[in-house]
């Protein structure tokens, strides 16, 4: 298990989706747990190449594509952990989207890809989501963590108008509230009561782990 | 015309199979072979931070601080023999209308309506159509994002030019996406009545940036569409140049940046705020007198104004 762990790690690393698929393949082949060949292969070196995103050591780009190559390998393994009756281990469940009026991703998509590196299921709504669609998601799937992202001053008030309807529908303690995007500043997340102020990526990121490790 | 047949070796770098479409927009020209006619440099006034920007809640401007960075632009134009274009960042709706107006005052340029939301679009075009500017005006931009609204709004004024960003995330980390999305977006971007289509083939990183300048090619040799990129963005989202305390460094990698895309074949370049217009004009001009060179041995007699004749005496 070993060799075929340091294969799926090295493929990470190297940016190489097809040597990625072939060492999910293997490990089905040989029996292997798929669930260790996750935690400790793919999912362990997307931590990494998030933790050198965050230190500015990797680009962009290398985080997107790795982020990509895990997705398709862990693909691959899935049935085989579903077949067992096992279960992916989550730090938890985030709902992410950016907010009505807007239709910025890019700063959005870096949270998504974070997340994923640090073991969050992540559930991407999209941009220009309306607040009802954001409370009916959060009612539906019950997550742990609602990132709501604004690049546009314009459309801030969203935010708002999307916390106010989780508390109408009594939803507001059931969800932490993470807010981010260029728009927000730290008073305007501290005014409508989210739970994280996400200055950048990684911090919103990072704080949102600590969270879950209260 | 390639002369002769040794000087067709290698020569694709400079050559495209399509005919290269080129537009007369407010008195600048754009579109052509490699080095034929003049980089059109787009900076950016008015964007998050800008110092032009006095209060971002209202979008109060410093008309004074603002006017002298224009003229420098103008300036760079004349001494490099580059064209220039002015990238006016919508971000506040409320100020559209003023920041519209004062550019429009202050410089003969082309201007991109920057809309970075429906609201902003929509009063841009609205006010662009008002002031009767619409033939010195390009829309900023057209994408698989752009609402239907939008799209109606350009129809109805009778924007006829703008830039068709080949942005999705599917499209981030590959040039064959990038060309797969422009062939999607080409007919809702005519079928809006836009008939100077300018291709911004997208850039994110430095990484994306080799994608962008590897699709740029591609775009004018099918299609002959003005193509360019938003280079810059590379350094805006590159950490640790930007945490970089040696200012040279800084200016060294800003400049190959923005001029990687010209080395490429494009035809404009998004070279970031109009603050930094000094250093970037004088390294794209290298390039387009370079390259002007190439031109001049196929026979081709440039514009007096060109970079090739204007460089020498910088």
Not at chain 2, 22 to 42: A, K, R
Not at chain 2, 149 to 157: D, F, R, T
Request: charged share 25%; net charge negative; with cysteine.
């Amino acid at each position: 298990m070993d060799e075929l762990i340091r294969e799926l790690r090295e493929a990470v690393r190297f940016y190489d989706g097809a040597a990625a698929d072939s060492a999910a393949r293997k490990v089905l082949a040989a029996d292997a747990d798929p669930v260790e060949a996750i935690e400790m292969g793919l999912a362990a070196e997307l931590r990494s190449v998030g933790e050198r995103y965050g230190r500015g050591k990797v680009w962009f780009l290398d985080l997107m594509v790795a982020a990509q190559i895990v997705q398709s390998a862990v693909k691959i393994l899935e049935p085989e952990i579903r077949k067992g009756g096992a279960e992916k281990r989550v730090r938890g469940r985030f709902l992410i989207g950016t907010v009505a009026g807007d239709i910025h991703d890019i700063g959005k998509n870096i949270v998504g890809m974070l997340l994923l590196a640090n073991g969050f299921e992540v559930i991407d709504l999209g941009v220009d989501v309306p607040a009802e669609t954001f409370v009916e998601k959060v009612e539906e799937l019950k997550p742990d963590f609602l990132g709501l992202s604004s690049l546009l001053t314009s459309s801030l008030p969203e935010l708002r108008k999307v916390i106010d309807a989780l508390n109408e529908r009594g939803l507001r303690d059931e969800v932490n509230i993470v807010l981010g995007g260029a728009a927000v500043t730290p008073d305007y997340a501290r005014e409508v009561g989210a739970d994280v102020y996400a200055e950048d990526a990684v911090k919103g990121v990072n704080e949102s782990i600590q969270l879950t490790e209260r | 015309m390639v002369p002769c047949e040794i000087a067709s070796e290698g020569a694709e770098l400079y050559q495209f199979n399509a005919e290269q479409k080129v537009y007369n927009i407010g008195g600048v020209t754009v579109g052509g072979d490699v080095g034929e006619n003049p980089t059109v440099m787009i900076g950016s006034i008015f964007h998050k931070g800008d110092s032009c920007v006095l209060d971002e809640g209202t979008g109060e401007i410093d008309r004074k601080m603002a006017e002298a960075l224009i003229n420098r632009v103008e300036e760079q134009s004349d001494r490099t023999g580059l064209q220039s274009m002015l990238d006016i960042v919508c971000s506040i709706p409320g100020a559209v209308r003023d920041h519209l107006d004062f550019c429009v005052d202050a410089t003969e340029m082309p201007i991109l309506v920057d809309a970075v939301s429906e609201e902003a679009a929509i009063k841009g075009i609205e006010h662009s159509e008002e002031m009767g500017i619409l033939d010195r005006t390009i829309f900023n931009s057209l994408n698989p994002h752009t609402s239907k609204k939008v799209l109606e709004k350009i129809k109805e004024a009778e924007v006829r030019s703008a830039i068709a960003l080949t942005y999705s995330s599917e499209a981030v980390a590959s040039y064959v996406e990038r060309v797969r999305l422009l062939e999607t977006l080409i007919p809702r971007v005519t079928e809006a009545g836009v008939r100077n289509i300018l291709v911004d083939t997208f850039v994110m990183d430095v990484p994306t940036l080799g994608l962008s300048c590897r699709a740029i090619h591609e775009v004018k040799d099918r299609y002959g569409y003005p193509t360019g990129c938003g280079a810059h963005n590379a350094v805006g989202s590159w950490k640790s140049l930007q945490r970089e305390k040696d200012q040279r460094l800084k200016l060294v990698c800003g400049s190959v940046v923005d001029s990687l895309p010209i080395a490429a074949g494009a035809d404009f370049v998004f070279y970031g705020p109009i603050n930094g217009a000094e250093y970037v004009f004088a390294a794209v001009g290298i390039i387009d007198a370079c390259y002007g060179q190439v031109q001049m041995e196929w026979g081709k007699r440039l514009r007096p104004d060109h970079p090739r004749f204007k460089m020498a005496g910088l």
